[in-house]
């Protein structure tokens, strides 16, 4: 199976954490089989498109959003995801006024 995928960023008030992208995809390969014999009309052969937005809450906390759609459907695939994430940031620069 083979797999492109990109994205196109933006960040909102030079701040790096508080972002929005608009995000894409395209894969080919899988096929389904029966008993061992592999149907060549089941070719997978789809992209997905979507966007993503970011938004910090504390210095190492962020919430992030995405939705996404099938685009090009050629078997299998076809349908919407909609999906919320908390992330925490571990590593990063020390604030100037925090003590070591």
Same mark, same amino acid.
């Given at each position: 199976m083979g797999? #492109?995928?990109g994205h196109l960023s933006y960040d909102i008030k030079n701040n790096r954490r508080f972002w929005v992208s608009l995000d894409g995809n #395209? /894969?080919?390969g899988g096929r389904t089989s029966l008993n061992g014999v592999e149907n060549q009309l089941t =070719?997978?052969?789809n992209s997905r498109v979507g966007a993503t937005f970011a938004v910090p809450i504390t210095r190492h906390q962020s919430l992030k959003f995405s939705y996404s759609n099938g685009?090009?459907?050629r078997y299998g695939g076809n349908y919407?995801?909609?999906s919320a994430a /908390?992330?925490?940031l571990w =590593?990063?620069?020390r604030a100037a006024n925090t003590l070591p």
């Open positions: 797999a #492109f995928e #395209f /894969w080919v =070719l997978q052969r685009a090009y459907i919407q995801n909609v /908390w992330q925490y =590593l990063g620069k």
